[in-house]
């Protein structure tokens, strides 16, 4: 064995948390199946295949936001957060949804989205309608900047960014006022300094529970706290608007966690799960989030990792780098060992697909996607699979701005060609990176639409679900999708996976991904090759039994153009 660093996690007192075995299943409802063929997938179509689900062996459904919303941002703009929106179904179906999914022994879990409601919420209509409104405080207001007047170019009260192109402030004219958004003008920010603000949520968060709901995951939590004095922000390469160092886990973020975890989880029976999305966070503060002694949060999202292939911006993609990922994955495996709990993805819905992204999408599509899920699903920390990524499905093959739909490619082609950049290049730029490359509609067979829907559906179904759906691999029993079950199995059945320490072999190797787990007197060796290339390995002298492998007959010296290898020994 090479040397590295042995990383021994921490026990808790008693018995190990049940979603450090668990494996998260990712719907994205509108694209998942579609029950009434309208072309928009809605819940009926999810409850129609949870056998499929139970199938594959996940044990936590987490589903993206079914609320009533006016749908600006595909439903991450709420305007009734006890409402299910009627493209949707309704709660009757939801709760024939969360019936099925608790009859298979597996959890659901809600997209819980407080950073900011829809401007059609009751809340802001109410704020937004006179200066002395009792709710006027709910939401971020404030005057134009001092010597400036109201709706000149620059008078927005700082320099903030929305995450979704131009200033994070929108004028309201009938009060004069400037209300923030740090994503579309149509998600005002809610006021978290606010008690009643916080109340109102967590009243609304026992509402979900006391339905029957499992935990939630939270949308961008870390961005609640924000410096309250709105400074300006540091200005971005490109002169871009900044401001994030006042917001990404700012002043009293632990505060809010630490009372939200008090007046809605404290003591409430059943085995729940919490999940903080938190962009920007680092190690250090993920200890935080998630020391258990602290009483904030099970396990955070972090996106260190799915940022190593951007440039100046998402858009600006640049060439994989394997170090690169073994450095971020590597440095999260060692700070988060002794305390604390990480989340693992490849992809989700604000992700392109990892098969695309960091694989071979051609001619080793299936081999690539059961490596990386090989690579991913035996690190320490909780997988998650995101709809259709155990079937290997890919980026679409985007031709025009026609046929995208998320706000965030829209907002970008529009202020990249107002700038000047050719209206081709930039849609080139998107192609890979875009949102929509994860919400494509489910392959679900090869018939037309994919078996998604019996209508026109609401974003162009990928071509290729003809070769690749989940008929023909349910079938297949050398296919992706059975290779992601056999890695679930093995999560649910080797206590070593979920527990093990973490040790990083060969860190500087170009081509080859190797790690080991142990726990007790039971060691795994995981190797993955991230080239279409053969590789010795024989520097690792390996011994033991294969566990797992995405080729017919691996050896532990030469690994095969995209192999994943799991080796077991005692």
């Given at each position: 064995m090479t040397?590295g660093t042995?990383?021994?996690?921490h ?9 450090k075995?668990a494996v ?5 409802p ?5 029950s009434?063929?309208?072309?928009i997938?809605d819940?009926?179509?999810?409850t129609?295949?949870?056998d499929?689900?139970?199938q594959?062996g996940v ?7 079914i609320y ?8 991450y ?7 299910i ?7 009757a179906?939801?709760d ?21 409601t ?6 802001f209509?109410e ?10 405080d ?22 903030w960014g929305?995450w979704f ?6 004028l309201?004219?009938a ?6 958004h ?7 920010d ?9 109340a109102a ?13 499992d ?6 939590i ?5 410096d309250?004095r709105?400074p300006?922000?540091?200005v971005?390469?490109?002169g871009?608007?900044?401001g ?5 886990s700012g002043?009293?973020i632990?505060?809010y966690l630490?009372?939200?975890?008090r ?5 409430r029976?059943g ?8 962009p920007?966070?680092t190690?250090?503060e993920a200890?935080?989030?998630t020391?258990?002694d602290?009483?904030e ?11 190593i292939d ?6 600006d ?9 073994k450095?971020?994955?590597g440095?999260w495996q060692?700070g ?5 709990w990480?989340s ?11 098969v695309?992204r960091f ?7 299936a ?5 990386l ?5 035996l690190?320490?920390g909780?997988?998650?699979?995101y ?7 890919t980026?679409?093959p985007?031709?025009s701005i026609?046929?995208?739909?998320d706000?965030?490619?829209l907002?970008?082609y529009?202020a990249?060609v107002?700038a000047?950049a050719?209206p ?11 949102r ?20 026109t559906p609401?974003?162009?179904?990928n071509?290729n679900?003809q070769?690749i759906n989940?008929?023909a ?10 290779h992601?079950?056999r890695?679930i ?9 979920a527990?093990g320490?973490f040790?990083?072999l060969l860190?500087?190797?170009p ?6 787990r ?25 011994t033991?039994?294969?566990?797992l492998?995405?080729v017919?007959d691996?050896?532990?010296?030469l690994?095969q153009?995209w192999e994943g290898t799991?080796?077991?020994r005692?």
């Amino acid at each position: 064995m090479t040397t590295g660093t042995e990383l021994t996690p921490h026990l808790e007192t008693g018995q190990e948390a049940w979603w450090k075995s668990a494996v998260v299943y990712q719907i994205y409802p509108r694209s998942f199946a579609d029950s009434g063929g309208d072309g928009i997938g809605d819940l009926a179509g999810i409850t129609s295949r949870l056998d499929y689900l139970a199938q594959l062996g996940v044990d936590v459904i987490w589903l993206s936001p079914i609320y009533l919303s006016p749908q600006d941002d595909n439903g991450y703009d709420i305007s009734d957060y006890t409402a299910i929106d009627p493209v949707f179904g309704s709660l009757a179906d939801f709760d024939a949804l969360l019936a099925g999914v608790h009859e298979r022994g597996m959890k659901l879990v809600m997209d819980l989205v407080v950073n900011h409601t829809s401007d059609e919420h009751a809340w802001f209509v109410e704020s937004r309608s006179s200066l002395d409104n009792p709710k006027r405080d709910w939401y971020i207001w404030r005057p134009a900047r001092d010597g400036m007047h109201t709706g000149d170019p620059g008078a927005e009260p700082n320099n903030w960014g929305s995450w979704f192109s131009g200033p994070a402030w929108d004028l309201d004219p009938a009060t004069g006022e400037y209300y923030l958004h740090l994503f579309s003008p149509k998600q005002p920010d809610l006021n978290w300094d606010n008690p009643d603000v916080r109340a109102a949520v967590y009243a609304m968060m026992r509402w979900w529970l006391d339905r029957g709901v499992d935990g939630f995951r939270m949308d961008v939590i870390n961005l609640i706290s924000k410096d309250s004095r709105l400074p300006d922000g540091h200005v971005q390469p490109g002169g871009l608007y900044g401001g994030t160092e006042h917001y990404l886990s700012g002043p009293r973020i632990h505060e809010y966690l630490q009372e939200m975890h008090r007046e809605v989880f404290a003591g409430r029976p059943g085995q729940l799960l919490t999940v903080g999305e938190m962009p920007g966070v680092t190690v250090d503060e993920a200890k935080l989030f998630t020391d258990p002694d602290r009483g904030e949060l099970d396990m955070v999202f972090q996106f260190e990792h799915v940022n190593i292939d951007h440039g100046t911006s998402k858009f600006d993609p640049v060439p994989f780098d394997l170090g690169l990922l073994k450095a971020s994955l590597g440095r999260w495996q060692a700070g988060l060992a002794e305390r604390g709990w990480n989340s693992l993805y490849w992809d989700n819905h604000d992700q392109p697909r990892i098969v695309s992204r960091f694989g071979d999408d051609r001619e080793y599509r299936a081999r690539s996607a059961k490596m990386l899920a090989t690579v991913l699903h035996l690190h320490r920390g909780t997988p998650y699979v995101y709809q259709g990524e155990e079937l290997g499905m890919t980026n679409a093959p985007w031709a025009s701005i026609e046929e995208f739909r998320d706000i965030e490619s829209l907002n970008h082609y529009q202020a990249a060609v107002a700038a000047g950049a050719d209206p081709a290049a930039v849609v080139g730029s998107m192609r890979s990176h875009s949102r929509d490359n994860a919400r494509t509609p489910m392959q679900w067979d090869g018939s037309p639409q994919g078996g998604f829907t019996d209508g026109t559906p609401w974003i162009a179904v990928n071509p290729n679900h003809q070769e690749i759906n989940a008929l023909a691999e349910l079938a297949d029993p050398d296919s992706v999708f059975h290779h992601y079950r056999r890695l679930i199995d093995l999560r649910h059945t080797e206590p070593v996976v979920a527990h093990g320490t973490f040790t990083m072999l060969l860190p500087d190797h170009p081509a080859v991904y190797a790690f080991s787990r142990r726990l007790g007197d039971v060691e795994l060796v995981v190797l993955g090759n991230f080239s279409s290339d053969p590789v010795h390995v024989d520097q690792l002298a390996l011994t033991g039994d294969v566990v797992l492998s995405n080729v017919p007959d691996p050896t532990p010296l030469l690994l095969q153009p995209w192999e994943g290898t799991v080796y077991r020994r005692t």
